[in-house]
Every structure is written in C-alpha cells, then in structure tokens.
C-alpha cells in the first residue's frame, strides 16, 4: 500500500507511469545504495524510499532503521536530489498496516509529496 499510495500521488499530478523507475532492494539495509544509483542517473529528479522493518528481539532493528535513516540522508545531501522518506519502523504488523493506508493514513503518500515538494523547490531556488 505504501507504494500504491506514492504512485497515486504521482498520477494525481499528471506524471505517467513511464517516467517513474520502479527498483527493488533486498532490505532496508539497502536502500540507500539504491537510492544512490537512482541520483546518480540524471534523468532522475527525486527518490522515494520505501520500507518496513519490524521490532524483533535484538538489537538488530536498531542498527537497521539508524543505517537506512543516516544513509538516505547522506545520499541526499551528497547528491542533491530529494528523497522522500518513507520506512516504517514499527513495532508489529499492525502498526505497519495502519500507517500504510490504516487509520494513521499512508505515509507512502507522505514521502511522495515531500519529495515533489522539495523538487519544487530546488527549480524555484536553482533559477
């Protein structure tokens, strides 16, 4: 749902799917290096990241969630290109579903916003 959601936003405002690459990554782990490749590619205005990692019993989610977090963030500065942030690190299914089109909305339309927002901006401050 989050990526339907993302879509929806991107149709709404009159791009065709054909201008939108749609990528896979093993995990969240991973995104950021996807996300760079994505930048790299000048055809490509923004990102949008999309992911889920669920609370398990060690620490490992942690590591996760702050190396996806600080890696996106990297990515984006280094290549100056907006990524809309969307993993969700919840703590059961549940809350997962709820904020992928549940009661807490779906935060895959959130992300694509920002990101059209912050491309708006960068053409408006880039003139």
């Known amino acids: 749902?989050?990526?339907?959601?993302?879509?929806?936003?991107?149709?709404?405002?009159?791009?065709?799917?054909?201008?939108?690459?749609?990528?896979w990554v093993p995990g969240a782990f991973e995104l950021p290096l996807g996300a760079q490749l994505l930048?790299?590619?000048?055809?490509?205005?923004?990102?949008?990241a999309i992911g889920v990692v669920i609370q398990g019993e060690t620490k490992h989610?942690?590591?996760?969630c702050q190396g996806a977090t600080d890696g996106i963030m990297q990515v984006m500065l280094s290549e100056n290109k907006p990524i809309g942030?969307?993993?969700l690190t919840d703590n059961n299914i549940q809350q997962s579903i709820?904020?992928?089109?549940?009661?807490?909305?779906?935060?895959?339309?959130?992300?694509?916003?920002?990101?059209?927002?912050?491309?708006?901006?960068?053409?408006?401050?880039?003139q």
């Open 39 to 48: 930048c790299q590619n000048p055809k490509i205005d923004g990102v949008v």
């Open 85 to 87: 942030f969307c993993v």
């Open 61 to 64: 989610f942690d590591f996760v």
């Open 1 to 23: 749902n989050l990526l339907k959601g993302a879509l929806e936003v991107f149709q709404t405002v009159g791009i065709p799917a054909s201008q939108l690459n749609i990528e």
């Open 98 to 126: 709820d904020r992928s089109g549940g009661k807490h909305g779906n935060k895959g339309i959130e992300a694509a916003v920002a990101c059209l927002d912050m491309i708006k901006m960068k053409i408006k401050l880039m």
